[in-house]
């Protein structure tokens, strides 16, 4: 039976249409291939412990392992020892003849490269290949089972990996790309980009399955990606780079796996400096050797004996560290740049790089496509009986209208064709001031500011606030402190019923996250400006205000709602709640971490016999919700909560139970709620199927606990999400130009076992712009295509701050703020000393492993009036 959203999935409407181009290309299978699916497990013999390569657990070592598992399955075609093949470089073997018995093979490593021989120090290779127990052989052209009739059946995927895998064998053949992580393929050139990074260019690639015109097809998804790689360079000249601060040079190069270029095969990973030049007596060998001496004796090397050495984590003496000099040691390719270590300059750097023009990002990726799909490379998919039709991907593009925004004194504002109305956002008066700001501190770092310039300040804020309508008291209290003393203020401001501190310093980045902890901890709003924009600057003290009012139960302006979308209209309807939530996950544990809890004599964590299941890091993942569940229904209020980090999914109580706060407090004001859109980020389509069966009655046992089973409350349930490689581009009069603002898609390239399609509400100030996926999940409500597209519109136009559209609907883009929020809070927490009084309340255990709870109680908002209102604006 056809699921609902497939039947809403069908209704169409008038509208404007133009054409286009995509970088979603459609694929042919001859009917009835079939491949046989093997398991491969290659182990590196060794005088002490066997290794084995498959497994690839090493994040620092794994790429060069996939590299040699490449290499020795080659060897084996080279042999005739199997058929042509498809092979993921771990244990998934795919051959187009089957293998008449299992196969065993021992090859000597120096039958192999001169690289994979000194790694494996001249030892030898054992092979072992065996039929899959699942899927031995499979008509992988039968894509029946790929798609379902219902997000609550589980599609198979086996079709849809083989094919991912085959679209990249070629590339990778060619010696020049490496497999980086799934569906991620990186050119071997490097560019320099900044100390200790390189930039690789790459390929972002996916196959997903999909009906048109009555026939299913696999369709080959790509995009350009360019990203950050530990660089490759001899350490020496490295920590040169970093201009000899032993701080920075360790944080960065913490975790990273090196060869040592003085002995074959030797490789180590990276946990510090010494305190001294390896010069030093200090870092003496136990005869009385230095450093130097030794490598000179032993290796005939000569070494830079004035600069510090290499900690490596290696089997040691007690007491003692292994030291690698820095003239020795070569981070091993493939290492990508953990997001935390990106820093600033790195993140300017890659958003240049990935900003380029639409004309130059489409070609990039027909390039590539065309590499895999014609010449050699479609050769090498013929023998597999597939096609890639580079030519497949036109696409219709179809225009939204143009929004309608409100402000105050009844003033309509008409965004321009980018959706911006900045000039407007000036001069308007606010939509609603609630002016509830009644008592407010103005404190200043005494290092960045002076009475003077605060004073000035506060005179330009208040006349702009005035002129907007909203009418600020004059501050209760102005005072310039030092850093040290802000704890303080807030514990006095807590004390006294002050609802919001105006802090201004000098930079954000050293301040920020300790001034959340302690509005989270103290329940005080804040605002942060820095000097540097204390200034008589319209639009900036607009900005600023206008952030004051929505933190303060104010709206700043509201998009027109059409006579289509009366029935959702969130002026005329309180009994319609939008709920917006997503989860932002750590960075995982390093080795360290996860060696130094095995030592533990309690359960250790990271464990995949654990019963909750393996921890994945240590610190938290945070799931950030809001909720128009105020008296008010175009206010959005939220909170966030903490939860261990075993799991990509939200866990059902903790969801429950934070959901359960907006429907009590959607009753406590009078709310009959009847209809609840809820809105999703951050899942991929292997999700949709846990958030539909698990999250999704979570949510709804929320609301039956607050209005009664007989209530009989209405849902729907979207998944907004940029995680995906598809782009889209107008094409007009022979030229590629990005997509506008309204631009919508839904055929072609969609699903159609469920609701789905593409919209873009944001114009990108540079680069080519990702349209937003939706899909709609559940949908009790019965929203038509159009209206839900309308409506996604609408929530990416109420952001209340910026005078311009999100790319995601305002629940999802606040829910997604609001974890990053608990984040930063909780790394302001972490660093706190164990007797602090903040960490002595919130008691959440001297261990590792923290109650994440109780964490939750003291530093969320659930419950608390300020989860009413948009307290991180």
Known sequence: MASLSKQMAAMKVDRKKVSGKSTVFEMSLKPGNKVYRYDVEITLKRRTLDKVLTKQSDPGLKIYQRGICYEV?????????????????????????????????????????????????????VVEIIPNARVPVFNFTDLTTSISDSVR?????????????????????????????????????????????????????????????????????????????????????????????????????????????????????????????????ECNLEKGLTIPQYYKQTYNVDLTPNVVG???????????????????????????????????????????????????????????????????????????????????????????????????????????????????????????????????????????????????????????????????PQPALVQLIEFDQLEVVFQKAAAQGVLYIFYIDESRTKSHSKLKLFEAYYKVLTQQVITKNLENKPQTLKNVVMKINAKTFGVNYMPVFPATLKAYDLNLNKDLMVIGYDVAHPAPASPQEKKNAAKEKSLNPFDAECERGPLKSLTPSVVGLCANAGPNPLIFGGDFFYQESRRENVENDKLRKHVSFFAERAKKVGRQIKRVLIVRDGISEGQLEYAVKNELPAIK?????????????????????????????EFVNGQIQNTKVGDVIDSKVVRTDITEFYLQSHHPLKGVPKMTQYCNIANELQLTNDQLQGLMQILSSMHQVCACPTSLPLPVYMAHELAKRGNDIYKAYNLLPEDHEIKRKVAAGLGPLKDFTAVTNHLGYAGHPLSSTRFNA
């Open 73 to 125: 399955i080659e060897y084996l075609h080279r042999q005739n020892k199997i058929s042509k093949y498809v092979y993921d470089g771990k244990r998934m073997l795919f051959l187009l003849s089957s293998l008449n018995k299992n196969v065993t093979e021992t090859i000597n490593s120096t039958l192999l490269s001169p690289d994979t021989s000194a790694y494996c120090r001249k030892q030898d290779l």
């Open 153 to 281: 059946e589980q599609a198979d995927h086996s079709a849809r990996q083989f094919l991912e895998v085959l679209t990249s064998q070629y590339l990778v053949n060619t010696g020049n790309y490496d497999i980086i992580s799934s569906g991620s393929l990186f050119n071997t050139e490097t560019y320099e980009m900044v100390p200790g990074m390189q930039l690789r260019v790459g390929l972002s690639k996916g196959v997903r399955v999909t009906e048109h015109n009555g026939k299913l097809r696999p369709l080959l998804v790509a995009d350009m990606r360019r990203t950050a790689f530990i660089a490759t360079k001899n350490m020496l000249q490295l920590y040169k780079e970093f201009r000899n601060n032993n701080n920075e040079f360790t944080k960065f190069f913490r975790g990273v796996r090196c060869f040592g270029t003085h002995r074959a095969g030797f490789n180590f990973t990276v946990i510090g400096l010494t305190h001294h030049v390896i010069s030093n007596p």
């Open 310 to 472: 290499l900690i490596a984590e290696l089997p040691k003496i007690e007491g003692k560290h292994v030291v690698i000099p820095l003239d020795l040691a070569v981070p091993l390719s493939g290492q990508l740049v953990p997001a935390e270590k990106i820093n600033e300059q790195a993140i300017r750097k890659l958003v240049s790089e990935n900003s380029v023009n639409p004309d130059i990002r489409y070609q990039f990726v027909l390039k590539q496509v065309n590499e895999i799909a014609n010449g050699n490379g479609g050769k090498f998919l013929n023998d597999f009986g597939v096609t890639v039709n580079t030519s497949s991907n036109d696409i219709d593009i179809f225009q939204r209208q143009g929004l309608t925004l409100m402000a105050g004194a009844n003033r309509t504002i008409r965004p321009m064709p980018n959706g911006s109305f900045m000039n407007d956002a000036t001069g308007m008066k606010l939509y609603q001031t609630a002016n509830k700001l009644t008592k407010w501190w103005v404190i200043g770092d005494i290092r960045a500011t002076n009475d003077r310039q605060v004073k000035e300040y506060m005179g330009y804020l208040m006349k702009t606030a005035a002129a907007a309508g909203l009418n600020l």
């Open 701 to 729: 046992k929320a609301f039956s606990d607050a209005f009664g089973p007989q209530s009989n409350i209405k849902f729907t349930f979207v998944v907004a999400t940029k995680m995906h490689n598809k782009r889209f581009y």
